[in-house]
């Protein structure tokens, strides 16, 4: 079974760019067909989708956040990230990663890591 873990910090100031890190385990980012993607919610909302990196290394983006977020992965650590720049107290969510068989599909997911935007 794959695993996924959100890593990152849980405090950011705002202006600043939100750096978080997905670990997989128990299965390779590579793995043709799968596909992995940021998904984020803020308080009172429901998910959100950021974006997705596919297992070719092409990457999906929210019309709404692109700009203002990129995803990348390191195939030899086997993980992917999320960076989301000029963050603004609007950005505070739980951010989860997550694993589908296609850009808007999410089967597997890893415990959410909460981010707070604050001064």
């Known amino acids: 079974q794959v695993q996924l873990e959100e890593s990152g910090p849980g405090l950011v100031k705002p202006s600043q760019t939100l750096s978080l890190t997905c670990i997989v385990t128990?299965?390779?980012?590579?793995?043709?067909?799968?596909?992995w993607s940021w998904i984020r919610q803020s308080p009172g909302k429901g998910l959100e989708w950021m974006g997705t990196?596919?297992?070719?290394?092409?990457?999906y983006y929210n019309p709404s956040l692109k700009g203002h977020t990129s995803i990348s992965r390191d195939t030899s650590k086997n993980q992917f990230s999320l960076q989301l720049r000029s963050m603004t107290p609007e950005d505070t969510a739980v951010y989860y990663c997550?694993?589908?068989?296609?850009?808007?599909?999410?089967?597997?997911w890893g415990q959410g890591t909460q981010v707070t935007v604050s001064s």
């Open positions: 997550s694993r589908g068989a296609w850009v808007y599909e999410y089967v597997d």
């Open positions: 990196i596919a297992y070719d290394g092409a990457t």
């Open positions: 128990n299965g390779s980012i590579t793995t043709s067909n799968y596909y």
